[in-house]
């Protein structure tokens, strides 16, 4: 089977891409399941209602998140009333939904999906790698299809959980940094990786921001309100192969569409 993991959805062009080119990739790919990661698709913070119905219109399946998914305050009842809205697994006792999810594909195998965030420079969280292994064993009771959302800063962070669960989740990709990353791989048991998916959203921006205010942000050293960017967009993303039988992953591409 092939599931398609789309990186951080940033603002309306984010959205607007998913509906040019996700049917695309499914039909000419053969892809049986979309994951995408959706914190930032609400005006760059937060998953509103409205978003989280346009990008499943749009064909995305199942949707994790990171350190913005309290960005819009509509999360708590989508999460609880969709079921395939997920939080990082190890935030706080007491958080709201869920760290992980069974979803059904179109070809009907069931694939376990869980989100992880790093304790490098993001917000207070619990080890990230007692909660990857608590939740994989649970999932693992139902079905060897696994992937893991590591939703990190730290290049190093990603790296550890992918050999840390390697042979353990069929992949394990990272979002939050928006910039993709050139280390698709196939790890010696089996898991499919990459540091990074990067961003869906405008193309002619630093990570998704009017860039003309993020460069004079670091000459100047002044404070200035952040802006999303305008323009044309792109869409990343990885498509991972997996036999369904055994959970490994088979083959990893790289998926990148710039408008």
Known sequence: MKVLCI??????????????????????KGVDLVIANGENSCHGRGLSRACYSEMKRAGVDAFTTGNHVWGVKEIVSIMRD???????????????????????AKNGVKVGIINLMGQVEMPPCDS????AEREVERLKAVTPVIFVDFHAEATSEKQAMGYF????????????THIQTADL??????????????????????????????????????????????????LCGAIFTVDEGTGKCTAVERIWIDE
């Open 7 to 28: 990186g951080d959805i940033v603002s309306r062009i984010g959205r607007d891409m998913l509906f040019k080119f996700v049917d695309e990739l499914k039909y000419k």
């Open 82 to 104: 969709e079921g395939d809205v997920i939080r990082p697994a190890n935030l706080p006792s007491g958080s709201p939904g869920e760290g992980s999810v069974i979803v059904t």
């Open 128 to 131: 990230p790698f007692t909660a």
């Open 165 to 176: 669960l390697d042979g353990k989740a069929s992949a394990v990709f990272g979002t939050h």
């Open 185 to 234: 791989k196939i790890l010696k048991n089996g898991t499919g990786y990459i540091t990074d998916l990067g961003m869906t959203g405008p193309s002619d921006s630093v990570l998704g921001m009017n860039k003309t205010i993020i460069v004079n942000r670091f000459r100047t050293g002044i404070p200035q309100k952040f802006e999303l960017a305008q323009g044309r967009g792109q």
